[in-house]
């Protein structure tokens, strides 16, 4: 405590009603970082759009708020606005990093990214930073652009190589670089001189599945048919076509099963259109987006899988929260999904876009409900050591560990 902690939140502030409002898990991650920190200071980007539901009024996070200053910035994505918000914005940057003891980004793009800016301001003034990202934005661009419409596929492949280069450069600059999942780290570690393996959750201790819960969960997947869900969104990123195009081989297969989306996004409306033509419209239910978080839990803890097809780099938290929840994960294969099942096993995975496979998996474990209960317990058992207050407290012992030490060059 005693020292100023300077944050870059991607996440917007909205007015609701003249509110202002933050997405609930931002809230709560502000308020674990004034347990460790007497001051933060957070560069924000405002939004003058509606906000969204999942957007709580600031005086949400309690008594730190009092110790929490933002930094406004503008959202400014396309080239002409952020070039030119640069002169206006930059100034306000740097007195942040002048008035900051300790400081770091979170990156994740190029033009709009006030991370990257943060950072290179930083490292201009000679201060030390660390840099924090759970995904790989590059590849995320790479990989997702042909699904683009014509001009934003073309700005996608303009923006692909220097966003790798300036994504690379921040990290060789950066006295500590936090990278959330076992994919993120492994991809950027070769590039930073002080690499460290985080993660990111926001769910309690009481979010856990309780033993008591658990033991019944396993009994009940001994018969009925096997209950798959997913939660996150519905875009191109989280393989939702793949998704469906799993349950419509079960179907094929003669699997009894019922399973739900929850989540929101571009391909909502097309994934509704096509569970007729799949045969899916009376085992599937795309609920859209849920505020409630315990009704998203009470969804993890019933079902017997978590279904997912991620297509890129990233360390999605849905992952642990499933973990945590008693449900295991099962799906595309990468160090991510991998690492979090490393000990206990309590997940399947296949080869990347091996559809075949994966239904193949859930096959199985329809028909073999023992193994299918060991995997239950196996997955709260992988969950376990995941929560928001172990996770903030590891990140923050790293940054005075890290960067209180460092001499500025």
């Known amino acids: 405590m005693g020292q100023t902690l300077l944050l870059y939140l991607p996440v917007p502030l909205h007015y609701r009603d003249g509110v202002i409002c933050l997405e609930n898990q931002a809230c709560n991650g502000l308020r674990l970082w004034a347990k460790h920190f007497e001051r933060i200071l957070v560069l924000e980007l405002v939004s003058d759009r509606p906000a969204p539901p999942a957007w709580i009024p600031l005086e949400s996070i309690g008594p730190p708020l009092a110790r929490i200053e933002f ?12 070039f030119l918000a640069l002169p206006d914005s930059l100034p306000k940057i740097r007195n942040a990093i002048e008035r900051s003891d ?14 990257a800016v943060g950072a290179w301001t930083a490292y201009r003034m000679g201060k030390p930073y660390y840099i924090w990202t759970d995904r790989v934005e590059s590849e995320v661009v790479r990989r997702t652009a042909h699904t683009m419409p014509w001009r934003r596929r073309l700005r996608a492949w303009l923006e692909y190589i220097p ?4 994504e690379r450069m921040l990290i060789r600059h950066a006295k500590l670089g936090m990278f959330h999942g076992r994919e993120t780290f492994e991809y950027y570690a070769p590039y930073c001189q002080n690499p460290q393996l985080v993660h990111d959750v926001h769910l309690t201790r009481d ?14 997947a001994s018969e009925g048919p096997i209950n798959i869900v997913y939660a996150g969104r519905a875009d191109e990123m989280k393989g939702a076509r793949d998704w469906l195009a799993v349950l419509a081989e079960l179907v094929k297969l003669g699997v009894d099963f019922k399973a739900e989306w929850l989540g929101d996004g571009p391909l909502l409306a097309e994934m509704r259109s096509s569970l007729e033509p799949l045969g899916l419209v009376d085992r599937v239910n795309l609920r859209g987006f849920v505020s409630d978080r315990s009704s998203v839990l009470d969804a993890l803890r019933d079902a017997h899988v978590m279904l997912f097809c991620h297509k890129t780099p990233e360390s999605p938290r849905c992952l642990i929260e499933a973990l945590a929840s008693g449900c295991p994960i099962v799906g595309y294969e990468s160090p991510y999904p991998a ?4 000990i206990h096993g309590g997940g399947h995975l296949v080869r990347r876009d091996d559809i075949q496979a994966l239904s193949q998996a859930l096959a199985t474990l329809a028909e073999d409900r023992v193994r299918l209960g060991k995997l239950i317990a196996c997955a709260a058992q992988d969950g376990a050591k995941f929560d928001d207050e172990s996770v903030f407290e590891h990140r923050a012992e790293l940054i005075l560990r890290h960067l209180t030490t460092v001499e500025s060059h």
């Open 207 to 220: 979010d856990h599945i309780s033993q008591i819960t658990l033991e019944r969960k396993v009994v009940r």
């Open 102 to 115: 300790l400081i770091g980004f979170a990156i994740g793009g190029l033009v709009g990214d006030w991370g």
């Open 71 to 82: 930094v406004h910035l503008p959202e400014a994505y396309r080239p002409d606005q952020f």
């Open 163 to 166: 966003m790798r280069y300036v």
């Open 339 to 342: 690492d979090l099942i490393a």
